[in-house]
């Protein structure tokens, strides 16, 4: 009988739970490899050139980050990036100089390896961006969750991963999958350092546009008769909370005009048991400025204002709908001529950078799969909101437009595309989908501007254009005989 060899213990091939894939220790490398390009300024794109500490830079996003490394080491408070979501149907970024965008399909055997080959280097050179208080927020879809959340916490440290918030990305009219309608992307926080302890903590009210009145929450806690209570209406404003009435007291009416042309709005019965209002006078107090009144031609109803209400861990709330305050704000920046698919709701992305800076006026805000560049628009909203000084660095692959029309998956994406190229053409510029996210910004700041012209008087809206391009120096290095 053959003895078989002892199997000896090799601490260095330990088994442990980790995330591994084809490619993966070629892809750390890529994060560390040299780069011979450099970033050449643009002044006839740009928007006031001198004076603006914003950057569009136009280029492979892995180069980029690279040549800016040295220059913003620990210096980006916050990185939001919303990356090509892996369905089988869209194109990933390869890390090779030639197919730098290729269509990644279930059926190509490297579905999930192609794109993680993409994300780690990229993950792995923003960390060093990220100040000693600095979050990377990650916009992703159910695809590549699972697999980012661990890449995310190989890279940057379990405790550092946060529990995602999820996003309400466009209402359920219609179905997009074989049995279900995909209405929710998620948002991923990671705090490197020291981040969890500076960002603003979410309201945990929950806003909708329902009218306040519910019999549930705060109505069955032991103080419940706080709930009951009017609120004093003029002219469509609200006045004040009225006071709270005895027990067992009820009005007759929702509605009871007073003198002076004030209304007192009541909660009523609902065909059956009492109504009060959804939250404690005390909670109502400090939200306040979130309700506006709804007046009709016999009754007047208190909502929460659906742009400026509070959220919650889900986000169900019209303010996230990417149909609304995505699509239908772009359609109206740019005239309905520049039609962009999917593209994330402004403030899903305004309120991530306002929870992440809200204590640093003056923070550098990066994303480096820019698109549409919400993210620009958002800093600027941001900034004419709150006096702000925030910068933005936005990065994005010159993708060829006619060729995303050509390897479009649908008609409706095709159409879409070829919209936009047309909208393009009527401006003169070129079919990349920089050239949209740069006009955006040029037409959101100039839309701020008209809007809140007090605020946004000392405000910067410009943003400098760089484009990637190879060196021009020679290669001097010669053999000592030589």
């Not at 772009?330 to 994330?344: I, Y």
């Not at 700041?445 to 910067?460: F, H, R, T, V, Y």
Request: aromatic fraction near 10%; hydrophobic fraction near 35%; charge should be neutral.
């Amino acid at each position: 009988m053959t003895k078989l060899p002892r199997r000896t213990y090799d601490k260095a091939r330990e088994e442990r739970c980790q995330l591994t894939w084809p490619g993966k220790e070629k892809s750390a490398l890529l994060a560390n490899s040299p780069v011979a390009a450099t970033l050449r300024p643009c002044r006839e794109e740009s928007v006031a050139f001198d004076d603006t500490g914003n950057l569009y830079i136009e280029g492979d996003n892995l180069d980029v980050l690279k040549l800016l490394r040295g220059t913003y080491l620990n210096r980006v408070k916050m990185i939001y990036i919303d990356p090509p979501y892996n369905t089988g149907k869209n194109y990933i970024y390869k890390n090779k100089f030639v197919a730098r965008h290729t269509k990644n399909t279930e059926t190509g055997g490297e579905f999930h390896t192609d794109w993680l080959n993409m994300m780690y280097p990229r993950l792995k050179l923003a960390k060093d961006f990220l100040t000693e208080d600095g979050v990377l927020v990650c916009a992703i879809d159910e695809n590549e969750f699972p697999p980012l959340a661990l890449l995310i916490r190989e890279i940057f440290g379990e405790i550092r991963f946060e529990h995602s918030y999820v996003s309400v990305v466009h209402n359920p009219r219609g179905q997009q999958g074989l049995n279900f309608s995909y209405v929710n992307d998620y948002l991923i926080f990671v705090y490197p350092n020291d981040g969890r302890k500076y960002i603003a903590d979410f309201p945990k009210e929950e806003v909708d546009s329902r009218n306040l009145r519910d019999s549930g929450s705060e109505s069955d806690r032991a103080d419940a008769r706080s709930c009951f209570y009017p609120f004093v209406v003029k002219n469509g404003i609200i006045e004040k909370i009225g006071d709270v009435p005895e027990d067992g007291f009820h009005p007759k009416a929702a509605n009871v005009p007073l003198a002076g042309g004030s209304v007192e709005v009541w909660p009523m019965t609902d065909g059956g048991d009492e109504k009060k209002w959804r939250f404690a006078r005390q909670t109502v107090e400090g939200i306040l400025s979130k309700l506006e009144v709804r007046m009709g031609k016999t009754s007047v109803q208190i909502i929460f204002n659906k742009e400026f209400g509070t959220m919650r861990s889900v986000w169900a709330n019209a303010r996230y709908d990417a149909s609304e305050y995505g699509t239908k704000l772009l359609d109206k920046l740019f005239g309905g001529g520049a039609s962009f698919t999917f593209p994330k709701s402004l403030w899903a992305v305004y309120d991530c950078v306002w929870a992440v800076t809200q204590s640093d006026k003056n923070a550098i805000v990066m994303d480096f799969f820019s698109g549409s560049a919400t993210t620009a628009h958002a800093v600027m909203q941001l900034n004419a909101a709150d006096n702000g000084k925030r910068k933005f660095i936005m990065v994005q692959l010159p993708e060829n437009l006619e060729e995303a029309a050509e390897k479009a998956s649908d008609s409706k994406t095709r159409k879409a595309v070829k919209s936009t190229i047309e909208f393009l053409d009527s401006i003169g510029k070129r079919h990349t989908i920089c050239e949209i996210g740069k006009e955006r910004i040029r037409r959101a700041g100039a839309l701020i501007k008209q809007e809140k012209p007090m605020e946004s008087q000392n405000l910067d809206m410009g943003f400098r254009v760089l484009k990637l391009d190879n060196v021009n120096t020679k290669d001097v290095q010669r053999a000592p005989e030589d």
